[in-house]
T-cell receptor, first 113, second 113 residues
């Protein structure tokens, strides 16, 4: 399978706990994106990496959120001190800088109780 | 402000007929447009795209039309099949940006057998 891979697919956590999601992009894709989707809405951009550099962050990405892509391959998105409002699907996507098509993973569902 | 709008939350079409999904945008910096299909609890799947230098792009049963002067695009599916039932998202990216996507809120298409 050469698509974008995300793990875990589902996470239930108690309010105040930290969670981490992992994304493995399509091989050789140097661009990696994180989006968040809530029910009834389209995905919203969170942050963007080109290789290992985090080049853009949305104002939606509060200081409780941190994303890394240490070696320019996989990426992690950590949410600290989770709140109920963080409950959403977190989508990872990747593309190559030579093209415009962005491919999404299956998403990671987060439920904060 | 919603830069990409899909004003029809839902659409029902008979199998074999044409489905037309509409999308309007406000940002004149958008230069590339994509349509994604999404099933529940899965990530968006890329369908078809169009550059702002074109007014039509076709791929099998799917055709996307772009009217730049009206800032409007549409996705035509002919003939519609029950397996096309899903949420369809219109997305746009702006020139010179990180090529991030701005999504509409989606249209639920139901194809009736």
């Amino acid at each position: 399978d050469t698509g974008v891979s995300q793990d875990p697919r589902h996470k239930i956590t108690k309010r105040g706990q930290n969670v981490t999601f992992r994304c493995d992009p399509i091989s050789e894709h140097n661009r990696l994106y994180w989006y968040r989707q809530t029910l009834g809405q389209g995905p919203e951009f969170l942050t963007y990496f080109q290789n290992e550099a985090q080049l853009e962050k949305s104002r939606l990405l509060s200081d409780r959120f941190s994303a890394e892509r240490p070696k320019g391959s996989f990426s992690t998105l950590e949410i600290q001190r989770t709140e109920q409002g963080d409950s959403a699907m977190y989508l990872c996507a990747s593309s190559h800088s030579s093209g415009n098509t962005i491919y999404f993973g299956e998403g990671s569902w987060l439920t904060v109780v | 402000d919603q830069q990409v709008k899909q004003n029809s939350p839902s659409l029902s079409v008979q199998e074999g007929r044409i489905s037309i999904l509409n999308c309007d945008y406000t940002n004149s910096m958008f230069d590339y447009f994509l349509w994604y299909k999404k099933y529940p609890a899965e990530g968006p799947t890329f369908l078809i795209s169009i550059s702002s230098i074109k007014d039509k792009n076709e791929d099998g049963r799917f055709t996307v039309f772009l009217n730049k002067s009206a800032k409007h695009l549409s996705l035509h599916i002919v003939p519609s099949q029950p397996g096309d039932s899903a949420v369809y998202f219109c997305a746009a990216m702006a020139a010179g940006s990180a090529r991030q996507l701005t999504f509409g809120s989606g249209t639920q298409l139901t194809v009736l057998p």
